[in-house]
């Protein structure tokens, strides 16, 4: 384990700091609670980083050893050259680096929370390596075959899922910190960035700064539109469900407002047994809502 000086250490007070190697590079976390606690791995989405767990983390470490780990291409984890999408950033490989990740740590069976791409690498654990997750935590994401239905049949929605995922150095180009900025303000219930810690958000914007993570962000949106895709039609062909106790949580005005609800989109697609949970505000419902999420959260676990 490695301390890190420099890391907004108030935000995860108790909290130690690891990076660990995968097979796809070293993987960054803050760890803390009981040592001999059940494990809840905790995954954010994109542009940010683990800190977006930091409302909750403290509370939940209570009774739960807590990993918030940094996906590869986000925050304090490697950031490796990709593949126009095809292996390096496909979430059923970023799901096997978390397991491996989690079994360096000691854990072969936990639960996992994952928001927005974290919730598209929470999935494919649950779906692919199922011996592994004993509960699923969905924040505020569908499905990638339903996004692309929602975006083919719905003009102007989610634009930023096809822009991002064009060639390599077009998408590079466009996203810059300015960008990435107004995306986030866009996808905030209120259209502002108030309910961001400051510490949190200019860590934000460092890695927002880092031509290695632009690449990693459009390279984990290409795979989005190719192979993840492909591997949402191969599930849905071969019928493979989620079984282990899982909750759909969503914002009520972001997902809140689509054509069904996060929770029917699940249950007749890849979580049948799912319980969901609408909360209000936007997108970013660890920040935005973090008391309606965190119950949301206990509740899954008492289960």
């Not at 929605?157 to 996203?175: D, F, R, V």
Request: hydrophobic share 40%; aromatic share 8%; charged share 25%.
């Amino acid at each position: 384990m490695s301390k890190e000086n420099d890391m907004p250490i108030e935000l995860f007070p108790g909290f130690s700091s690891v990076s660990l190697p995968t097979s796809g590079g070293d993987l960054y976390a803050r760890v803390g609670g009981p040592v001999d606690a059940p494990a809840l791995v905790l995954l954010h989405g994109f542009p940010q980083s683990h800190l977006c767990w930091h409302p909750l983390a403290e509370d939940l470490a209570r009774d739960f050893r807590v990993i918030a780990l940094d996906l590869k291409g986000y925050g304090r984890s490697a950031a490796p050259a990709g593949d126009g999408g095809r292996h390096t950033y496909a979430k059923r490989t970023m799901a096997a680096e978390v397991v491996e990740f989690m079994g360096q740590l000691g854990h072969e069976r936990f639960s996992v929370a994952g928001h927005d791409r974290g919730a598209q690498v929470a999935y494919q654990m649950a779906l692919g390596m199922p011996e592994h997750v004993e509960r699923l935590a969905i924040l505020d994401n569908l499905p990638v075959h339903a996004v692309w239905d929602l975006i083919e049949t719905t003009p102007g929605a989610l634009p930023h899922w096809t822009e991002m995922a064009l060639p390599t150095p077009q998408a590079e180009n466009a996203l810059t910190v300015d960008a990435i900025e107004t995306l986030v303000r866009a996808h905030t219930g209120d259209g502002t960035l108030g309910c961001f810690s400051p510490v949190a958000f200019e860590q934000y914007r460092q890695t927002w700064r880092r031509p290695r993570n632009i690449h990693a962000f459009c390279e984990d949106y290409r795979a989005g539109a190719t192979t993840d895709r492909e591997a949402d039609d191969q599930d849905l062909k071969a019928g493979r469900t989620i079984t282990c106790p899982t909750v759909i949580i969503w914002g009520a005005e972001f997902l809140g407002r689509g054509p069904e609800t996060p929770l029917d989109c699940w249950r007749r697609t890849f979580a049948p047994d799912a319980f969901g949970v609408e909360v209000p505000k936007g997108h970013f419902v660890t920040e935005e809502s973090p008391r309606e999420t965190l119950i949301a959260l206990r509740d899954l676990m008492a289960r």
